[in-house]
């Protein structure tokens, strides 16, 4: 089934060691986005690439950067991860313009 | 930019009640309204969404209205059972930059 998939599920670092979580889709959807979610809070929108113009949130944090090597990957870093990091990272993909998000089942990010 | 209010927070009904949750919008030309629902540890996932051109969209026990005069639109879900506890999201098009603006998030418990 086409579909978002986030690795891993689980995720743990500690205070300032680099992170990175990944997401791959078979959608083909221009458009990849990375989210955070903390406690049942509505997912935050951190950036998105559209196709391969990235574009950031004015409010994400240096810390926090992206990339996508091809349509079908895009990967989250975490340069240096804080406790207030500790979150559920949601990545999700759409076609473009006004149209359903469709979302992965995230990545649990622990930081001790 | 587009904001979004929803509510209730949390909201408990038996099996068999119906379930309402609404949210309201503050620009009027968005023009897509999507829900989505979220189980624990899973990512949030489309169930039914509106575009601004329909007030009513209907999926066998869930049901969308929109009132684009009063910028509100609400979610119905009829003979409810245990499996729709979850957490829903309803989200807005902001139509100047065609991103989501999610709801604060409605905690729905069917109980037994």
């Known amino acids: 089934d086409a579909m978002v998939i986030q690795n891993p599920r689980y995720q743990v670092t500690q205070f300032g060691k680099p992170v990175t979580l990944s997401c791959s889709q078979t959608?083909?959807?221009?458009?990849m986005y990375w989210y955070q979610q903390k406690s049942s809070q509505a997912p935050k929108l951190l950036f998105h690439?559209?196709?391969?113009?990235?574009?950031n949130e004015a409010d994400t944090p240096d810390n926090f950067q992206s990339r996508r090597p091809n349509t079908s990957f895009c990967f989250l870093d975490i340069r240096s991860p804080g406790l207030g990091d500790a979150a559920m990272y949601l990545c999700?993909?759409?076609?473009?313009?006004?149209?359903?998000?469709?979302f992965g089942n995230g990545t649990r990010l622990t930081v001790t | 930019g587009e904001n979004v209010e929803q509510h209730p927070s949390t909201l408990s009904v038996q099996e068999g009640d119906s379930a309402v949750i609404k949210c309201t919008y503050s620009?009027?030309?968005?023009?897509?309204f999507p829900w989505y629902k979220q189980e624990l540890g899973k990512g949030p996932q489309l169930i039914i969404d509106?575009?601004?051109?329909?007030g009513e969209k209907k999926d066998q026990r869930i049901a969308v209205t929109l009132n684009k005069t009063a910028k509100h639109f609400s979610l119905h879900i009829t003979e409810t059972q245990p499996e729709d506890s979850a957490v829903y999201f309803c989200?807005?098009?902001?139509?100047?930059?065609?991103?989501?603006?999610f709801g604060q998030g409605t905690t729905l418990q069917v109980k037994p």
């Open positions: 999700a993909t759409s076609r473009g313009g006004v149209s359903p998000l469709h």
């Open positions: 959608l083909n959807h221009n458009v």
């Open positions: 690439y559209y196709d391969k113009d990235f574009n």
């Open positions: 620009d009027s030309a968005s023009n897509y």
């Open positions: 509106i575009r601004s051109n329909v």
């Open positions: 989200a807005a098009s902001d139509p100047n930059t065609g991103k989501l603006i």
